[in-house]
């Protein structure tokens, strides 16, 4: 079992910044990849960005590409979204998932671990 907590969310205003954490714990050694999703009222829950935990190969999202940057510290373990020139669309409950596979899945029905999310609201 792997368990997440995420923090940092909030609400600021179009092109800040913000910096999201997920502190994972338990049997972490068993976990392959992990990343961030997404979801707005109405939506599909979209993938932000992933990370292969061994290997460090990471994805993002077209819509959040050379404004976001997935990070880790293999020490605690954590991961970490930092989110600039943030947008109102990017408006959107955030969670932190985890898988035990190593492959970086995009749908988000194929991962096995998830926080309790945590809401991002950028205003304009």
């Known amino acids: 079992q792997v368990q997440l907590v995420e923090s940092g969310g909030g609400a600021v205003q179009a092109g800040d910044s913000l910096r999201l954490s997920c502190a994972a714990s338990g049997r972490t050694f068993s976990t392959g990849t992990m990343g961030w999703f997404r979801q707005a009222p109405g939506k599909e829950r979209e993938i932000v960005a992933g990370?292969?935990?061994?290997?460090?190969?990471?994805y993002y999202a077209e819509s959040v590409k050379g404004r976001f940057t997935i990070s880790r510290d293999d020490a605690k373990p954590t991961v970490y979204l930092q989110m600039n020139s943030l947008k109102p669309e990017d408006t959107a409950v955030y969670y932190c998932?985890?898988?035990?596979?190593?492959?970086?899945?995009?749908?988000?029905?194929?991962?096995?671990?998830w926080g309790q999310g945590t809401q991002v609201t950028v205003s304009s």
């Open positions: 990370i292969s935990w061994s290997a460090g190969r990471a």
């Open positions: 998932a985890a898988n035990r596979a190593f492959i970086l899945y995009r749908a988000w029905t194929q991962w096995d671990y």
